[in-house]
């Protein structure tokens, strides 16, 4: 299994509401990333985690709440969002922080609307 | 913060011809990486050369990197319809191994047909 599976692909939410995006991968990778996608834009950084460990925060607003319940799954836990925040969430994952020379696996992503 | 930049913005070719994009850096990099994605959809990993190599292949694509200009080049050759799709260059930082990686703005490369 080469893949990292983001699910939902789509997901549109309220203001109020909580709701999680998923992550998963099972090609033993130990690092695993968020980032965060606007229209015509590059993929900017969310977070990283090594080996289950939060390792970067890059001063994401904690309405974002990652969790790493295991070294498969990565989760982003949503609440009271922005309709600035409707943007494509991307997870990533590579064998290591520091072993990033075969570069990253990417999900294809979850588009986000906040209404 | 995005230290990459990426000319040009958007690129425009025909079926066969070859297209050449360009990316520049600020930092000190451990490698630098291609990525393409296709509207709406994941980033997908293209080719990696790491600081101490000058220029890499893989099939139809060649990388250059230039660590005194901070610059790098993507040439694809005899393009197809299907390389359409934007293309992002991506520096992981050798200050630190956080596994940081740092996009470019992007090149939109159009295939006609």
């Known amino acids: 299994d080469t893949e990292v599976t983001q699910t939902p692909k789509h997901l549109v939410m309220g203001m109020t509401n909580k709701k999680s995006l998923k992550c998963e991968q099972h090609?033993?990778?130990?690092?695993m990333y968020w980032y965060k996608q606007k229209a015509k834009k590059p993929p900017e950084l969310m977070f990283v985690?090594?080996?289950?460990?939060?390792?970067i925060n890059e001063s994401v607003p904690s309405r974002f709440s990652p969790e790493c319940p295991n070294s498969s799954l990565l989760n982003l836990h949503l609440h009271a969002l922005q309709p600035e925040d409707s943007a494509l969430y991307l997870c990533?994952?590579?064998?290591?922080?520091?072993?990033?020379?075969?570069?990253?696996?990417f999900g294809s992503g979850t588009r986000l609307t906040v209404v | 913060s995005q230290q990459g930049e990426e000319d040009p913005q958007a690129l425009s070719i025909q079926e066969g011809e070859n297209a050449t994009m360009n990316c520049s850096y600020k930092?000190?990099?451990?490698?630098l990486q291609w990525y393409r994605q296709n509207s709406g959809r994941g980033l997908v990993h293209l080719i990696l050369?790491?600081?101490?190599?000058r220029e890499k292949h893989s099939g139809r694509l060649r990388v250059t990197l230039d660590t005194s200009k901070k610059s790098s080049s993507l040439l694809i050759t005899a393009s197809r319809a299907a390389d359409t799709a934007s293309y992002f260059c991506?520096?992981?930082?050798?200050?630190?191994?956080?596994?940081?990686?740092?996009f470019g703005q992007g090149t939109t490369l159009q295939v006609k047909p």
């Open positions: 985690y090594s080996y289950e460990k939060l390792s």
């Open positions: 990533a994952s590579s064998p290591s922080r520091s072993h990033t020379k075969d570069g990253y696996t």
């Open positions: 050369i790491r600081s101490n190599e």
């Open positions: 991506a520096t992981d930082e050798s200050s630190s191994n956080t596994g940081k990686l740092i």
């Open positions: 090609m033993g990778h130990r690092a």
């Open positions: 930092t000190s990099i451990n490698n």
